[in-house]
């Protein structure tokens, strides 16, 4: 199996679509907008497929209850005699060519690894913002994570979304009180300033919608997780 098809499963849990140290810069010290007032937007919840340095991955939206979501992703990677060398999985139609072309299992595709959030929008200085709250990462008392990742989402269609990190710390400086609304009243301020964004203001994380036709090879890939772990 190739290094490059394989995810880090390190402290961060953010997948391989997320480099290790882009993962740190982005990460705030408490959540933005507040989960129990917050609603899904249903034209997010569905499953999704991202790109980053020649990997791919998979993240499904599920709604938990009205107001948050369920996500989960699972990476995309090379079976044991697989060989994927022949396509571009910095492309959605490659990965598209692929799951029409490759089967799930050692032959073609796997997955063994999967990490889950809760996730929740909020509107502040008239941009929407994404929280993704790590699970599994707590603290033993209080069962919450010590980072959680902030994104602001632009929808271009129904089927792309492009997600930037609130990544840059020179906004939040280090005497910044840790409260949600200590960040909020920053992320308010500048929502609009591509800056807050860093190099995600013109090269954001792009997320494509599968549609109905790639749901099974999906539902195969997810399996392999469980299978893994037997």
């Not at 880090?8 to 480099?19: C, D, E, K, Q, R």
């Not at 599920?62 to 079976?79: H, I, M, S």
């Not at 990462?137 to 271009?156: C, G, I, M, N």
């Not at 929502?191 to 099974?216: Q, S, T, V, W």
Request: charged share 30%.
């Amino acid at each position: 199996m190739r290094p490059g098809l394989r995810s880090a499963s390190g402290a961060l849990l953010m997948l391989m679509i997320i480099p290790v140290i882009i993962g740190l810069l982005a990460c705030l010290p408490v959540p933005i907008g507040d989960p129990e007032r917050s609603r899904i937007d249903p034209e997010i919840t569905g499953v999704w497929a991202a790109f980053t340095d020649g990997d791919s991955a998979f993240y499904v939206f599920e709604p938990f209850d009205k107001r948050t979501w369920l996500l989960t992703g699972v990476p995309l990677e090379e079976g044991d005699s697989a060989d994927f060398s022949d396509y571009d999985l910095e492309s959605f139609e490659e990965l598209i060519r692929l799951m029409a072309t490759e089967a799930v299992g050692d032959n073609g595709a796997t997955a063994t690894e999967m990490v889950m959030y809760k996730a929740w929008m909020t509107k502040l200085g008239g941009v929407w913002f994404m929280t993704w709250e790590p699970k599994g990462l707590f603290d033993s008392e209080q069962f919450a994570p010590e980072t959680w990742y902030v994104f602001r989402v632009d929808k271009p269609d129904s089927n792309t979304l492009e997600l930037r990190f609130c990544c840059d710390k020179d906004f939040f400086p280090d005497d910044l009180k840790e409260t949600r609304r200590a960040y909020e009243r920053v992320i308010r301020k500048h929502a609009k300033n591509p800056d807050l964004y860093g190099e995600f203001a013109e090269d954001p994380m792009i997320l494509n919608r599968l549609g109905d036709e790639h749901i099974d090879f999906f539902k195969k890939l997810a399996r392999e997780v469980i299978a893994d772990s037997d």
